[in-house]
């Protein structure tokens, strides 16, 4: 049988679940759009996460946060150019369903940012 792959070009897809061990973040496009907890169908409107962008990860054992998505065992590194927030570890990354994309909360729409990214020598003002 031939391979069934049928697309190899560029990731398309723009949004992604990162999974802690009790929190889901929800990204579209490198910017955070809807946080909740895992045991839960309720958004957190308030969470500090919401419409950062996704800037970077932790891996364990390290202080600085490095450019790239995160990965399996590292922590996420969000920042909105004011304050940076460092999430628990990725336990997961999945793709959510159509479903749950339609119920992102409106108010969450991503607001185009700098692409320019910040330094990296700054202190974490925040973890979760």
Not at 9 to 15: L, T
Request: aromatic fraction near 6%; glycine fraction near 6%.
């Amino acid at each position: 049988m031939a391979n069934c792959n049928p697309y190899d070009g560029p990731e398309r897809r723009v949004h992604k679940v990162y999974v802690t061990r009790h929190t889901e973040y929800h990204v579209r496009k490198g910017v955070c759009v809807a946080v909740k907890p895992r045991q839960s169908e309720t958004w957190i409107d308030d969470h500090g996460a919401l419409r950062m962008r996704l800037d970077g990860l932790v891996k364990q054992g390290m202080l600085a946060p490095l450019p790239g998505p995160p990965v399996l065992g590292a922590r996420m590194y969000f920042t909105n150019g004011e304050a940076e927030l460092l999430t628990s570890s990725v336990v997961d990354i999945v793709r959510p369903p159509k479903n749950v994309v339609a119920q992102y909360p409106p108010e969450q729409e991503p607001k185009e940012e700098d692409p320019t990214p910040l330094p990296r020598s700054r202190a974490f003002t925040q973890r979760v």
